[in-house]
């Protein structure tokens, strides 16, 4: 396992949520939900910085059968901008059914469902980072899929 922290990203529509990894790799845990527009890459980038991320994992929504989707192709054009930042490498990674797993487990943990808005994000992103951490420890290698932050979306 490669030494450094990592940061999730989970992509929607109108929010961004982070998440970040110990140095080890060990373990993700929530950081914030960033509002998706004006400033997102910014902030994104001074996240990066303060946790001086080695690499940044973005989820792919994908269909249940594997097809990219609407939603897919906003994350991966919200990846090849983040990797044209320069801020860190950029890997992208499966992550169907993240943000349904989020929801379970806040309501497992007895969360009100007017009460998921603000962490739902945060959470799916943790469930991204630990996904891709513990896939990098099984496989022995990075999970996904390099940007080249070169090539357009």
Request: no cysteine; charged share 25%.
């Amino acid at each position: 396992m490669r030494p450094g922290v990592r940061l999730g990203v989970d992509v929607g529509t109108a929010r961004i949520g982070v998440a970040r990894s110990d140095l080890h790799g060990m373990l993700a845990t929530p950081v914030e939900t960033i509002p998706r527009g004006d400033g997102d890459l910014r902030r994104l980038g001074e996240i990066v910085r303060e946790v001086e991320a080695i690499e940044i994992i973005v989820g792919l929504p994908l269909a249940l059968s594997g097809r990219q989707t609407a939603s897919t192709e906003d994350a991966l054009a919200f990846a090849h901008a983040l990797a044209a930042e320069r801020l860190a490498p950029v890997r992208t990674v499966d992550e169907r059914l993240s943000t349904v797993s989020a929801h379970a487990a806040l309501r497992a943990s007895g969360r009100s469902s007017r009460s998921f808005r603000p962490v739902v994000d945060q959470v799916a992103a943790v469930i991204i980072l630990q996904h891709a951490l513990d896939s990098e420890r099984s496989a022995e290698r990075p999970p996904g899929a390099l940007i080249d932050p070169d090539e357009g979306a």
